[in-house]
């Protein structure tokens, strides 16, 4: 039977992903720290052990769990924070009505108020540093570490059974990782924890290219919404499918509402865009923007909770014109805005300016940056081009001076790049940004395939994610067109996913064909339920198949609908297997290639008492 | 409106793409051969020049031309092939009942035989041969090298804007084609033209990795067929989108009769697996295969105008057993087929030992071989195994052979393989067959993606394509799962088409961008119909848009949903351009980079002259 998740009553998404249990499972070096996993158990008497899976859903599919989004989640990482001893509890910045658009919330529009907002956030004590590149960097493994160390290990138990083959391009992919290798990997920038203190229900996950290559899915308000959950569950729904962090690029009203009960029950870290509500409390005029006004809307987000902000400092004044005569211009909402306020003032980009005071907030509630790509190009014309690489390189430098600070850094990428240049925006990040972990979008491959941009974009972040990239932001099918729904998203996110997971397998992850190998076992054998819970998204493998052959029986039938029931390649194969095996010796021996004369009647007469017996006849088409 | 495409009474689809025209370009050099193309007309007032995209779609498309499949096409090649004075009538071999399955033709689904069959087909005089590469080895220029050189200058006329750019791996694309650059590389074997001479309706293309990268649509009969008309829209929805040639690969009963209705009916070329017809006619048991029926089927499709033949040839005996240890065995139907024969006979393969005499045939009718690749891998576990690459060697082989007889050679690749083994694919196809062009299936990067797999092997199609696979045999979303439906072909032939694009942009094509460039400046100047009309599905570019911004006036309107009415980051570029120009200096040079503190106050006077009271305000998300 497809699977029809359950919804709350508060109508957010529910209930195991098919075929799956969640477990959880206690970290080496602190038995306390319990990752939570997804196991997807096969068919007794496969012979097949159950596989485990990274997990993103968080407790939404754990029945064990009772969702309450109006409590929010369990605060996973609350006695961490505070048992490290370093943070001060103080009265939150009070709300203001323009925190919400400048006409206030919608109450209206079915937007209310958390109920439980937390009124005494955390933040560093004065003079102390909370970031997890400060701790790293002096020696100290916190339970965030253990728990991604763990997290990442996932399958690699089974790595012995694995000789480990791939391409990494300099990366340095360890069989095992321990919570030390995330230290050292965070401590010298080359992996963040996003997880801001005021954020304790986020379960911890690294960026990073020794890590397994994460994807992000945007979500934002909408005029229509009818309820906060309709808010709610674009979330839940994003990390169902696999959306390792969210960005909420809510704009108009609502904007500190809706990002309230999406941060209290979320279990991915949230990242934000701040200029996008900074500019809302000013009407939408980017010449009225102040950094009093962009400062202020740091703090209000930090006392929230969000674990990332997207700071598009290195739009600066003088590459503003570069962009004039490219094909498409300037792209990027956030570029756009800040090349307005500069053209504008003629000033220097107040971003650029107070770099170092806004780092200063980071690292009060370790917020990492995504440093932003306001000048990426938005089409193949513009790609690597004097613009997109003069603000990459600004981008290195301020990496830098938020690393002197022990502030954790990623670098935003693009956007529009065919496949040929792709692999130099990979190569002179590393270079300016000190491997920093790199975080793109797509990148698109071709412009000319509107309504098709998440598979233009899926050729280029499975590229991108090989080379290096750390995480690859989503594209959905609607990109260019109109706003994804609920459909669009689940694509967008499947396809990163499995863009992502190429990039594993080609970078030689250890243990990330363990997956691949169960789901081609289980094809071969004809475990059509395995192969549909193996994949990325049952559900729709599943309908393909009923399509097709509805009957309950044929998801036992040793057999599929390309070939029909009489005539099957891989029923040949097992022949040959058996064959192999009747004559005693190893299959890779059984004949030598300069022995095929040898025997033949012989041999001949044996395969005709093993099995000729197979049918063929009726079937469709050659499948792969 | 969105495109209704419209049927004639057998229900095949006519009628342009929309905002395109068809037209026939007189062939430099012969000004008789009229090559068809599309020009996709923009925007009045954009200033834009018409866009001509390469046209697989045939004289479904012109509105000119009145569609009758009982008749079939104009045959548009019978004078030139007549012309040659090298090809004799005789009478065709008769049909026999089996040829269309061991119980004959089932009339009751409609099948009936097509009404004009050719009871005289073509064969090259005795003693003669009639192949493009051996007219082409001899210096010959034929017409159908002349259509093929107009045909790939697409849009090179206007190359002198662009700057050539791409990496090419060692092919060698030239600026502009010349009908003796076709001969050349046919000559060499480094291209094939596909035509049978007795399928005179086909509209010639080249398949070779100095051309552009081409893409094939498989399709096959199906048990519920409700008329032979559902059979040939199969091909004509196909090649709608961007089919360069179709694979037929029926089974079971009507082969004969379907096939005939679809090569009198197809401007591509078609493209069979024979050996899947020869079971048929021995009731489905592989053991029964005999040389005299496979032969037999060759010459009846020969007569038909099969333009070429999948040959599992290099499925030898020895190498059989290599498949033993793998994940997922013999997953090609051909090769499986072979594989079952050779082990019940213990004999060496008859398509190996009677190599050459197919060649005899292949050369009396310009059949292309498309050698099969019968070990490909099918999963991740299996792939760049021994078996693969022992039958590469073995195709190479073969290749040498055919060219002996100035046979045309292309050569089947995989499959699925990750990401950073695809390129040794391309590297050793191109050492062991000598630059014969490669034509693989996908490949496939990940296992476990069912239901995406058109994605998951676009992303190796891209990559294969730029390292120099010469064309792309189509994957749809239903791969592993079911049949396809329509809208299942239509996703994968656009996917496929993407991915082949992508690859000539990375190869740095000529001129490849032009399509890419025009797309982009009509979004950037929210030209909407445009932008839809030069994509590659203009119809679900539309709907997709509709679905945010119905009103007929969002098509006009100069923004999108994106960011809404007030804000637009591609307006700002405007303002960008605006002021640049207002300053009277070459946009480039308006601020240099290291006089940014200079004359601020009075750039500020300028910029508020210019149009800084554009209005910003209500919105969505950052859009790529």
């Known amino acids: 039977m497809a699977d029809i998740p359950a919804r709350t009553e508060l109508t957010v998404t529910t209930g195991p992903i098919r075929g799956s249990k969640k477990i959880h499972v206690p970290a080496q070096g602190n038995a306390d720290v319990r990752v939570a996993m997804r196991e997807i158990h096969l068919e007794p008497g496969s012979g097949e052990a159950p596989v485990r899976v990274y997990d993103t859903s968080g407790p939404y599919t754990d029945p064990a769990v009772k969702i309450d989004i109006m409590r929010g989640l369990p605060q996973l990482r609350r006695d961490w924070i505070v048992g490290r001893g370093d943070v001060d509890a103080y009265d939150a910045r009070a709300v203001k009505p323009e925190d919400n658009g400048l006409s206030g919330p919608d109450?209206?529009?079915?937007?209310?108020?958390?109920?439980?907002?937390?009124?005494?956030?955390?933040?560093?004590?004065?003079?102390a540093n909370v970031t997890q590149m400060y701790y790293a960097k002096r020696g100290i493994i916190t339970e965030e570490m253990i728990y991604v160390a763990e997290r990442e290990n996932l399958g690699r138990a089974r790595l012995k059974e694995y000789i480990r083959d791939g391409e990494d391009f300099g990366a340095e992919i360890p069989d095992y990782v321990t919570p030390e290798f995330v230290r050292s990997e965070i401590a010298r920038g080359r992996a963040i924890i996003p997880n801001n203190i005021n954020h304790p229900e986020s379960e911890p996950m690294a960026i990073g290219r020794n890590f397994l290559v994460k994807i992000n899915a945007n979500i934002g308000n909408s005029a229509v919404a009818s309820s906060v959950a309709e808010e709610v569950e674009k979330m839940v729904w994003s990390i169902r499918w696999g959306a390792d962090t969210v960005m909420d690029l809510s704009t108009g009203r609502n904007i500190h509402d809706t990002r309230e009960w999406i941060l209290r029950n979320s279990p991915v870290p949230i990242g934000t865009v701040p200029i996008y509500q900074a500019l809302e409390k000013v009407g939408g005029i980017a010449e009225d923007l102040t950094w009093e006004i962009f400062r202020d809307t740091l703090i209000e987000q930090a006392e929230q909770g969000v674990d990332y902000f997207t700071i598009h400092a290195g739009v600066r004044l003088a590459y503003i014109p570069m962009t004039a005569k490219r094909v498409t211009g300037i792209v990027s909402r956030g570029g756009s805005i800040m090349a307005k306020w500069c053209l504008s003032h003629h000033k220097e980009s107040f971003l650029y300016e107070h770099f170092d005071e806004i780092t200063e907030i980071c690292k009060a509630y370790d917020i990492a940056y995504s440093l932003g790509d306001g000048l990426r190009p938005g089409s193949i014309a513009d790609a690597n081009d004097e613009a997109q690489f003069s603000e990459l390189y600004t981008l290195g430098e301020l990496t830098k001076r938020a690393w002197e600070q022990d502030v954790q850094v990623m670098i935003e990428g693009p956007g529009h790049v065919p496949m040929h240049k792709i692999k130099q925006n990979m190569?002179?990040?590393?270079?300016?940004?000190?491997?920093?972990?790199?975080?793109?979008?797509?990148?698109?491959?071709?412009?000319?395939?509107?309504?098709?941009?998440?598979?233009?974009?899926?050729?280029?972040?499975?590229?991108?994610?090989?080379?290096?990239?750390?995480?690859?932001?989503?594209?959905?099918?609607?990109?260019?067109?109109?706003?994804?729904?609920?459909?669009?998203v689940k694509v967008g996110v499947v396809t990163y996913k499995l863009a992502a997971h190429a990039a594993d397998l080609a970078k030689g992850h250890p243990a990330a064909k363990v997956r691949d190998d169960a789901l081609s076992r289980a094809r071969f054998e004809f475990r059509w339920r395995d192969q549909f819970n193996l994949s990325l998204d049952p559900e729709t493998a599943e309908q393909y198949h009923d399509q097709t052959l509805p009957a309950e029986g044929a998801k036992t039938a040793h057999f599929?609908?390309?070939?029909?029931?009489?005539?099957?390649?891989?029923?040949?194969?097992?022949?040959?297997?058996?064959?192999?095996?009747?004559?005693?010796?190893?299959?890779?021996?059984?004949?030598?290639?300069?022995d095929v004369e040898k025997g033949m009647a012989q041999m001949s007469e044996v395969f005709r008492e093993t099995g000729s017996e197979l049918y063929m006849g009726s079937g469709g088409r050659e499948h792969d």
């Open 427 to 488: 190569e002179k990040q590393l270079e300016a940004c000190g491997e920093a972990p790199f975080y793109t979008l797509g990148p698109l491959t071709t412009d000319i395939a509107p309504g098709y941009d998440h598979i233009t974009s899926g050729i280029g972040a499975a590229m991108i994610g090989w080379y290096g990239t750390a995480m690859l932001c989503y594209v959905t099918p609607k990109e260019h067109l109109g706003l994804p729904d609920r459909d669009d």
């Open 560 to 594: 599929c609908s390309m070939c029909g029931p009489k005539f099957c390649s891989m029923k040949i194969t097992q022949e040959v297997r058996d064959f192999a095996a009747k004559q005693n010796q190893p299959s890779d021996q059984f004949i030598a290639a300069e």
């Open 107 to 127: 109450r209206a529009k079915g937007v209310e108020p958390f109920p439980h907002v937390v009124r005494q956030p955390l933040r560093a004590k004065s003079g």
